[in-house]
């Protein structure tokens, strides 16, 4: 993951815009799917991957911070906090998958028939949202020298 994130930072970040995206739909599709008089086929299984739009949007937003200003996630604190935002997304993505209810429709279960119980499920969720958010802090953090040293290589070149 840190090589791929290192080597083609832009790939990486599309494929989380991509992810989120998807899971944009899945909610779109739910909302429809469970809406009354709805003839749409499969809405548990359509709307199942919604959950995880609480996970991708902010690891998206936080790579996104990162590439500016050069569109590189090189550097040491870039590219931990891209490893931290990609892994917690993946790991928090996962847990809401294995919800105990369809995202945004409760009481209605997950496809696929187990999960995660009820305190555990809820821990791990919250242990994901803070991973995301710590790696989203850290990318407001180093914003500014980030900006700061892009703009003096720039004044000196101009030199």
Do not use: K
């Amino acid at each position: 993951m840190r090589r791929t994130l290192e080597e083609h930072p832009l790939a990486a970040t599309a494929a989380t815009g991509f992810a989120a995206a998807m899971s944009l739909t899945s909610l779109a599709y739910g909302d429809a799917a469970f809406g009354e008089g709805s003839t749409l086929p499969a809405p548990r299984l359509g709307a199942w991957p919604a959950g995880t739009v609480v996970a991708w949007i902010p690891c998206l937003a936080t790579l996104l911070l990162l590439l500016i200003p050069d569109g590189h996630l090189d550097g040491t604190w870039r590219l931990r906090l891209s490893t931290l935002a990609a892994w917690g997304a993946i790991a928090f993505a996962a847990v809401q998958l294995l919800d105990d209810h369809v995202f945004n429709h409760a009481g209605t279960d997950n496809p696929l028939g187990f999960s995660i119980p009820f305190p555990f499920q809820d821990l791990l969720s919250l242990a994901g949202l803070v991973v995301l958010g710590a790696a989203f802090a850290g990318a407001l953090v180093t914003l500014p020298g980030r900006l700061r040293g892009r703009w003096a290589a720039t004044v000196e070149g101009v030199r």
